[in-house]
């Protein structure tokens, strides 16, 4: 398979195009590291301007939208420590959470002192949703080359019950923990307006009720969130612009009580759901979900290009996919002890081999 010989991505990449020397569209594209620079520190500038101008004036200064992973928990440290803002934790359980996560978000929320919500929507709903974002995809078809399906309707609920949460408190910042892969400089400063959220939330939350129907109402904004509350609060994503350094990262991790989980896959440090949803993605569209932010990645400085294709090629554990597709599958194998998911270890070239059950 051809893939460009500077960041990773590959040949079934939607709308990638290579010149004559192998190099992608995207990385033509880009203006340099040095232009980078300069716009991260125009919108740190930014940010400590808006800092300035509403740290403390309500209950809590930003909603942190917090998976547990490494990238939202040094953004919750970053906030707190170098920043000092008073900071309310949310955190969405999809039914997939590690135990190690749970315990690194004890440790952590512990340890920097702040408040924190976890809010665990009814299962039911959530299975529903993710089985049959894991038979085809009901999102728009440019949301594929950032995320799974089963991903973009799992960010789509969190994103968007966080926000309701932050409107209902009054909350300036809304933040997200986003690496500089997942999310372009230019858009990691936005103040929000009810057209822009009207808009967004229509793409998202319609195909999810066509799914699940009135029951995903209570996690997305309703009619009173509109006439309600002037959309003053702004969508920030820190570690665009801010030091982005995943071996500091670790040793920031270390000392707050943080550790990896030992049986989600290679691109994630909170959720084992992601294994599933990654091998039902490189099987249906050829390419791995997580190659453009490792692009990014690359092609920006912060990650070694073959460090990154060795990520991309690495299978998911087939113990952790097992375990997700049973639970997902809960329903249909007490009828039928024998199901797809079960057969497609000796087929999928998806899976590392192995043995056993999850627990």
Not at 103 to 130: A, Q, T, W, Y
Not at 247 to 255: D, G, N, Q, S
Not at 321 to 348: A, D
Request: positive net charge.
């Amino acid at each position: 398979m051809k893939i460009c010989r500077k960041c990773v991505l590959p040949e079934t990449f939607p709308g990638i195009r290579f010149n004559d020397e192998g190099e992608c569209n995207y990385c033509q594209d880009f203006k340099g590291k040095k232009n980078l620079e300069q716009r991260k520190l125009q919108y740190r500038s930014k940010f400590e301007k808006l800092i300035l101008e509403y740290k403390g004036k309500a209950n809590y200064d930003a909603l942190l939208s917090y998976s547990g992973g490494k990238d939202s928990t040094y953004t919750l440290s970053l906030l707190k420590k170098q920043y000092g803002l008073k900071i309310l934790v949310f955190t969405f359980d999809n039914g997939f959470l590690p135990d190690q996560t749970f315990r690194n978000i004890r440790n952590v929320v512990e340890k920097l002192g702040v408040d924190h919500i976890f809010f665990k929507p009814n299962f039911h709903i959530l299975r529903k949703i993710f089985l049959e974002c894991s038979k085809k995809n009901i999102f728009p078809d440019t949301t594929l080359s950032r995320a799974s399906t089963i991903c973009t309707a799992c960010m789509a609920i969190v994103k968007f019950s966080a926000l309701r949460l932050a409107l209902e408190k009054g909350i300036p910042f809304m933040i997200y923990g986003w690496s500089p892969g997942q999310i372009p400089i230019t858009s990691s400063i936005m103040k929000n307006n009810a057209k822009m959220v009207r808009v967004m939330q229509e793409s998202l939350a319609r195909p999810l009720f066509a799914v699940a129907g009135d029951d995903i109402k209570p996690y997305f904004l309703e009619n009173e969130h509109f006439r309600e509350h002037n959309f003053f609060l702004y969508n920030i994503s820190p570690l665009a612009f801010l030091n982005y350094d995943e071996t500091m990262i670790l040793k920031e991790m270390a000392e707050l009580g943080w550790k990896a989980p030992p049986d989600v896959d290679a691109n994630s440090t909170n959720c084992l759901l992601n294994s599933f949803a990654n091998v039902v993605h490189k099987e249906r569209y050829g390419f791995h979900p997580y190659a453009f932010e490792l692009a990014k990645l690359v092609r920006e400085g912060y990650k070694d290009r073959e460090h990154a294709l060795i990520v991309l090629r690495q299978r998911e554990k087939y113990r952790t996919y097992n375990f997700v597709s049973r639970k997902l599958k809960e329903e249909e194998q007490t009828r039928n002890k024998r199901t797809k998911y079960q057969k497609i270890r000796g087929r999928s070239k998806c899976l590392e081999p192995g043995k056993g059950r999850f627990f």
